[in-house]
Protein backbone atom coordinates (compact mmCIF):
# COMPACT_ATOMS: atom_id res chain seq x y z
CA UNK A 1 0.00 0.00 0.00
CA UNK A 2 1.37 3.54 -0.90
CA UNK A 3 0.46 6.26 1.13
CA UNK A 4 0.55 10.04 0.22
CA UNK A 5 3.47 12.05 -0.40
CA UNK A 6 3.90 13.90 2.48
CA UNK A 7 4.11 11.00 4.89
CA UNK A 8 7.90 9.70 2.33
CA UNK A 9 10.00 12.01 4.45
CA UNK A 10 8.45 10.60 8.24
CA UNK A 11 8.72 6.90 6.35
CA UNK A 12 12.28 7.57 4.87
CA UNK A 13 13.25 8.50 8.45
CA UNK A 14 11.49 5.44 10.40
CA UNK A 15 13.70 3.30 8.13
CA UNK A 16 16.68 5.05 8.31
CA UNK A 17 16.25 4.90 12.15
CA UNK A 18 16.00 1.14 11.87
CA UNK A 19 18.76 0.54 9.84
CA UNK A 20 21.03 2.49 12.19
CA UNK A 21 19.61 0.91 14.95
CA UNK A 22 19.94 -2.51 13.37
CA UNK A 23 23.92 -1.33 12.37
CA UNK A 24 24.31 -0.90 15.51
CA UNK A 25 23.45 -4.29 17.04
CA UNK A 26 25.79 -5.59 14.83
CA UNK A 27 28.69 -3.85 15.71
CA UNK A 28 28.02 -4.64 19.29
CA UNK A 29 28.06 -8.19 18.64
CA UNK A 30 31.01 -8.28 16.45
CA UNK A 31 33.25 -6.33 19.18
CA UNK A 32 35.23 -8.95 21.18
CA UNK A 33 35.37 -9.14 25.24
CA UNK A 34 37.72 -7.26 26.91
CA UNK A 35 39.81 -8.51 29.78
CA UNK A 36 37.48 -7.81 33.07
CA UNK A 37 39.45 -6.06 35.94
CA UNK A 38 38.90 -7.57 39.35
CA UNK A 39 36.40 -5.80 41.43
CA UNK A 40 37.47 -5.06 45.33
CA UNK A 41 34.58 -7.80 46.30
CA UNK A 42 36.59 -10.48 43.24
CA UNK A 43 39.65 -9.84 45.42
CA UNK A 44 38.43 -9.78 48.45
CA UNK A 45 36.24 -13.11 47.90
CA UNK A 46 39.62 -14.24 46.56
CA UNK A 47 41.73 -13.19 49.44
CA UNK A 48 39.31 -14.84 51.66
CA UNK A 49 39.26 -18.61 49.93
CA UNK A 50 42.93 -18.02 50.09
CA UNK A 51 43.53 -17.48 53.80
CA UNK A 52 41.05 -20.14 54.54
CA UNK A 53 42.95 -22.40 52.28
CA UNK A 54 46.24 -21.53 54.20
CA UNK A 55 44.66 -22.35 57.61
CA UNK A 56 43.87 -25.91 56.42
CA UNK A 57 47.17 -26.42 55.09
CA UNK A 58 45.84 -27.22 51.14
CA UNK A 59 47.73 -26.49 48.39
CA UNK A 60 46.01 -24.90 45.44
CA UNK A 61 46.42 -28.05 43.29
CA UNK A 62 44.59 -30.10 46.60
CA UNK A 63 41.79 -27.79 46.11
CA UNK A 64 41.61 -28.08 42.31
CA UNK A 65 41.25 -31.73 42.16
CA UNK A 66 38.93 -31.65 44.76
CA UNK A 67 36.45 -29.42 42.63
CA UNK A 68 37.48 -30.70 39.33
CA UNK A 69 39.20 -27.34 37.71
CA UNK A 70 42.71 -26.40 37.07
CA UNK A 71 45.48 -24.81 39.38
CA UNK A 72 45.24 -22.29 37.37
CA UNK A 73 41.69 -21.33 37.48
CA UNK A 74 42.42 -21.55 41.70
CA UNK A 75 44.86 -18.99 41.37
CA UNK A 76 43.22 -16.67 39.34
CA UNK A 77 39.80 -17.29 42.24
CA UNK A 78 42.32 -16.20 44.78
CA UNK A 79 43.40 -13.32 43.03
CA UNK A 80 40.21 -12.16 41.70
CA UNK A 81 41.04 -12.60 38.12
CA UNK A 82 37.80 -14.72 37.58
CA UNK A 83 34.66 -14.31 39.48
CA UNK A 84 33.37 -17.30 41.17
CA UNK A 85 30.16 -18.33 40.57
CA UNK A 86 27.17 -18.42 43.32
CA UNK A 87 27.44 -22.41 42.81
CA UNK A 88 31.85 -22.44 42.60
CA UNK A 89 31.58 -20.42 45.71
CA UNK A 90 29.31 -22.76 47.42
CA UNK A 91 31.51 -25.93 46.60
CA UNK A 92 34.85 -24.12 47.79
CA UNK A 93 33.01 -23.79 51.01
CA UNK A 94 32.00 -27.04 51.36
CA UNK A 95 36.05 -28.24 50.89
CA UNK A 96 36.97 -25.94 52.94
CA UNK A 97 34.46 -26.21 55.87
CA UNK A 98 33.64 -22.67 56.40
CA UNK A 99 29.85 -21.37 56.35
CA UNK A 100 29.10 -19.15 52.35
CA UNK A 101 28.39 -16.19 54.88
CA UNK A 102 32.33 -16.58 56.27
CA UNK A 103 33.22 -15.16 52.62
CA UNK A 104 31.69 -12.14 52.93
CA UNK A 105 32.89 -11.04 56.52
CA UNK A 106 35.92 -10.58 58.20
CA UNK A 107 36.45 -13.71 60.76
CA UNK A 108 39.70 -13.47 62.80
CA UNK A 109 39.21 -16.96 64.07
CA UNK A 110 40.11 -18.20 60.48
CA UNK A 111 43.32 -15.97 60.23
CA UNK A 112 46.63 -17.74 59.06
CA UNK A 113 49.35 -17.98 61.73
CA UNK A 114 52.19 -17.56 59.92
CA UNK A 115 54.24 -19.25 62.67
CA UNK A 116 52.69 -22.77 61.89
CA UNK A 117 54.42 -22.86 58.26
CA UNK A 118 58.23 -21.71 60.04
CA UNK A 119 58.91 -25.33 61.45
CA UNK A 120 60.70 -25.87 58.51
CA UNK A 121 61.97 -25.74 55.14
CA UNK A 122 59.03 -27.62 52.74
CA UNK A 123 56.78 -25.55 54.86
CA UNK A 124 58.05 -22.36 54.30
CA UNK A 125 58.15 -23.10 50.43
CA UNK A 126 54.59 -24.21 51.40
CA UNK A 127 53.44 -20.46 52.19
CA UNK A 128 55.78 -18.80 49.98
CA UNK A 129 54.35 -20.70 46.90
CA UNK A 130 51.18 -19.60 47.87
CA UNK A 131 52.10 -15.72 48.60
CA UNK A 132 54.07 -16.31 44.90
CA UNK A 133 51.13 -17.43 42.90
CA UNK A 134 48.86 -13.88 43.18
CA UNK A 135 51.71 -12.34 41.00
CA UNK A 136 51.48 -9.55 43.33
CA UNK A 137 55.01 -8.10 44.74
CA UNK A 138 53.61 -6.60 47.53
CA UNK A 139 51.75 -9.82 48.80
CA UNK A 140 54.88 -11.78 48.15
CA UNK A 141 56.93 -9.43 50.22
CA UNK A 142 54.64 -9.52 52.99
CA UNK A 143 54.18 -13.03 53.20
CA UNK A 144 58.49 -13.16 53.68
CA UNK A 145 58.17 -10.68 56.07
CA UNK A 146 55.86 -12.99 58.20
CA UNK A 147 58.50 -15.79 58.10
CA UNK A 148 61.24 -13.17 59.23
CA UNK A 149 58.69 -11.98 62.04
CA UNK A 150 57.75 -15.94 62.78
CA UNK A 151 61.24 -16.48 63.23
CA UNK A 152 61.75 -13.35 65.45
CA UNK A 153 63.26 -10.14 63.63
CA UNK A 154 66.72 -9.60 65.89
CA UNK A 155 67.41 -13.47 65.32
CA UNK A 156 66.73 -13.16 62.42
CA UNK A 157 68.31 -10.20 61.28
CA UNK A 158 71.72 -11.81 62.76
CA UNK A 159 71.67 -15.13 60.60
CA UNK A 160 70.92 -13.20 57.54
CA UNK A 161 73.20 -10.70 57.94
CA UNK A 162 71.46 -7.77 57.54
CA UNK A 163 70.27 -4.63 59.45
CA UNK A 164 67.06 -5.20 61.80
CA UNK A 165 65.99 -1.60 60.05
CA UNK A 166 66.20 -2.88 56.39
CA UNK A 167 64.43 -5.94 57.38
CA UNK A 168 61.11 -3.89 58.72
CA UNK A 169 61.19 -1.60 55.80
CA UNK A 170 61.58 -4.10 52.77
CA UNK A 171 59.51 -7.17 54.39
CA UNK A 172 56.93 -4.74 55.58
CA UNK A 173 54.13 -5.28 52.84
CA UNK A 174 54.10 -1.68 51.62
CA UNK A 175 57.30 -1.67 49.39
CA UNK A 176 58.85 -3.71 46.69
CA UNK A 177 62.74 -4.94 48.39
CA UNK A 178 65.64 -4.82 46.33
CA UNK A 179 66.26 -8.23 44.40
CA UNK A 180 69.14 -8.92 46.49
CA UNK A 181 67.72 -8.34 49.60
CA UNK A 182 64.98 -11.24 48.40
CA UNK A 183 67.47 -13.88 47.52
CA UNK A 184 69.19 -13.20 50.84
CA UNK A 185 66.13 -13.72 52.93
CA UNK A 186 65.71 -16.68 50.91
CA UNK A 187 68.99 -18.27 51.54
CA UNK A 188 69.00 -17.66 55.32
CA UNK A 189 65.33 -19.53 55.42
CA UNK A 190 67.06 -22.35 53.59
CA UNK A 191 64.65 -22.22 50.74
CA UNK A 192 65.02 -21.09 47.32
CA UNK A 193 64.10 -19.40 44.08
CA UNK A 194 63.21 -21.64 41.21
CA UNK A 195 61.40 -21.38 37.96
CA UNK A 196 58.69 -22.87 36.30
CA UNK A 197 56.88 -22.31 32.54
CA UNK A 198 53.46 -20.70 32.68
CA UNK A 199 50.86 -22.77 31.06
CA UNK A 200 49.07 -20.94 28.33
CA UNK A 201 48.81 -21.21 24.56
CA UNK A 202 52.53 -21.00 22.83
CA UNK A 203 52.80 -17.80 20.90
CA UNK A 204 55.03 -17.96 17.60
CA UNK A 205 57.22 -15.25 17.33
CA UNK A 206 57.69 -16.35 13.84
Known amino acids: MVGPRGEAPDIQRLHSSEARARA???????????????????????????????????????????????VQQIQKYETGQNRVSAARLFGICGVLKVPLSSMFKRDQA?????????????????YLNDACSTQDPVVIAKAIGDMIRAHGVTEFSERARMRRESLYRSFGGKTNPPFASVVQVLVALDVQLTVEPISRPLVSFK
Open 24 to 70: DMKRSKSKKATPRSPTAIDTYIGAQIRERRLVLKLRQADLAKTLGVT
Open 110 to 126: HHVDAAEYCDNPQAIAQ
